[in-house]
C-alpha cells in the first residue's frame, strides 16, 4: 500500500490543530487521525475545514465510548465495504448517531465524509445526514453533492456476518448471492474485497472468510425476502477433448474480460443446464469443492444442457500445471458427475 510522507501530512494537517482534548488525544504527531480501525488517516484542508474534521473526529470516538457502555441495538458497530485501495467505513451507535469516512487508502486520505443522526428498526436502518461531502472519484475531483435527507440500508445476516446493504442495492445483493448478473464473472470472492458493508472485523483478512466452505444462509426482512435469488446448479455429464492454444482471450458481457498470454488448454466439458434453467452463453459455472477456484465457462447454449471449457495454464514445456496458482491446492480430475454451481459461496 502507498503511503505519502510524513512531512507532507504535517504540513497538510496543521490547519487541525483540535481545540477539543478528546479530538487531540486521537491525531499523532504527524497529523493522522488514529481511528482506531485501520491505519491512520488524515484530512486536506482545501477539502475539509477544521470543524468539519473535528466534529467527525468527536463523533466516531463518542460512538465508541457509547457502544462499549452497552448500547443495546445489535445492528451497531463499525461497517466496511472495499478493497485495499479504497475503503468506506461506517459506525454507528443510538445516541451518537454515525459516521462514515470514504477512505483513499493509497493515501491514508479521507476524501469522503458523512456524519448524522440514526434510527433503528427491525428491518432498516436509517441514516439522517447532517453534514454530507463526498468526493465522486476518490480525491481526484472534488464535489459536494446536495445532501440526502435520509440513507436506507436492509439489515441482513449472512452466515456469521451482518451486513449493511442500501435498500436501492437489494436487487444486486440477490445477484451476489447467487453468482449471477455482473457477478457471475467477478472473482470478487478470491480476492481482498467486501462488496456490502459488513460488520468489521480485521483488515489482514478476508472478508468472506465466514461465508465460504458452507452453503451460504441469508436472512433478510420478509419485505425483501423476492430480491434473493436462487444460483444455477449443474452437473457434467461429458467431457470431451482437450485443445492446446497457444493464447487465449475472451470478453464477458459486461465488458470485463481475460487474456492468458501462455499456453493453456481448454478442456471440453457438456453440462446438464441450459437455457431452461437461466444460464446463458459466456456465462460461468464454479466447480463445487473449496479447494478449487475452477470454473466453466459456457460456449454455447440449448434448452436443457450446454458446452463450456475449463481452461488450464501450461508451463514452459507444454505441460499442465497440476495446482491451483490461488490456493496451492492440486486440480481435481475433471470427470462426469461433477457439480458445479454459479454461487460464489
Not at 477544521?50 to 460512538?63: F, G, L, M, S, V
Not at 459536494?144 to 449472512?158: D, G, I, L
Not at 505441460?319 to 490461488?326: G, L, M, N, V
Not at 480430475?333 to 454459479?342: M, N, P, Q
Request: aromatic letters at 12%; a neutral charge.
Amino acid at each position: 500500500m502507498c503511503r505519502v510522507s510524513k512531512t507532507r501530512l504535517l504540513l497538510a494537517f496543521c490547519f487541525a490543530v483540535c481545540a477539543a482534548s478528546g479530538v487531540q488525544a486521537q491525531i499523532d504527531k504527524w497529523g493522522y487521525w488514529q481511528n482506531g480501525v485501520s491505519e491512520g488517516w488524515w484530512f486536506s484542508p482545501a477539502q475539509f475545514t477544521t470543524q468539519q474534521a473535528d466534529e467527525a473526529i468527536a463523533r466516531w470516538k463518542n460512538i465508541e465510548d457509547e457502544n462499549h457502555a452497552g448500547a443495546s441495538n445489535e445492528w451497531i458497530g463499525t461497517y466496511f465495504s472495499g478493497s485495499e485501495v479504497h475503503g468506506t467505513y461506517l459506525r454507528m451507535s443510538p445516541r451518537s448517531g454515525f459516521v462514515i469516512a470514504h477512505v483513499d487508502k493509497c493515501q491514508a486520505k479521507v476524501v469522503g465524509l458523512t456524519y448524522g443522526s440514526v434510527e433503528f428498526s427491525p428491518s432498516v436502518v436509517k441514516l439522517l445526514p447532517q453534514f454530507y461531502s463526498v468526493n465522486s472519484t476518490h480525491g481526484s475531483a472534488h464535489s459536494h453533492t446536495k445532501t440526502p435527507t435520509e440513507m436506507r440500508f436492509v439489515s441482513v445476516k449472512f452466515n456469521d456476518a451482518q451486513l449493511l446493504v442500501k435498500e436501492k442495492e437489494m436487487a444486486s445483493f440477490g445477484n451476489y448471492i447467487a453468482g449471477l448478473g455482473s457477478y457471475n464473472f467477478s472473482d470478487f470472492h478470491y480476492s481482498f474485497s467486501t462488496e456490502f458493508l459488513t460488520r468489521f472485523g480485521p483488515e489482514d483478512t478476508d472478508q468472506n472468510d465466514g461465508m465460504k466452505d458452507r452453503p451460504p444462509m441469508v436472512v433478510v426482512p420478509a419485505e425483501y425476502a423476492h430480491y434473493l435469488k436462487q444460483p444455477i446448479e449443474a452437473t457434467i455429464i461429458r467431457v470431451g477433448r482437450v485443445q492446446m492454444r497457444k493464447t487465449y482471450s475472451y470478453q464477458n458481457s459486461d465488458g470485463t474480460g481475460t487474456t492468458h498470454t501462455a499456453p493453456v488448454n481448454l478442456r471440453t466439458v457438456v453440462v446438464n443446464a441450459g437455457t431452461a434453467h437461466g444460464l446463458k452463453r459466456g456465462m460461468f459455472l464454479n466447480v463445487v469443492d473449496p479447494r478449487q477456484n475452477e470454473r466453466v465457462r459456457i460456449l454455447s447454449v440449448s434448452k436443457t444442457s450446454s458446452t463450456g471449457v475449463i481452461i488450464r495454464d501450461l508451463d514452459e514445456n507444454y505441460q499442465e500445471i497440476p495446482f491451483d496458482h490461488e490456493t496451492g491446492e492440486r486440480y481435481l480430475k475433471i470427470v462426469a458427475g461433477r457439480k458445479l454451481t454459479t454461487s460464489p459461496f
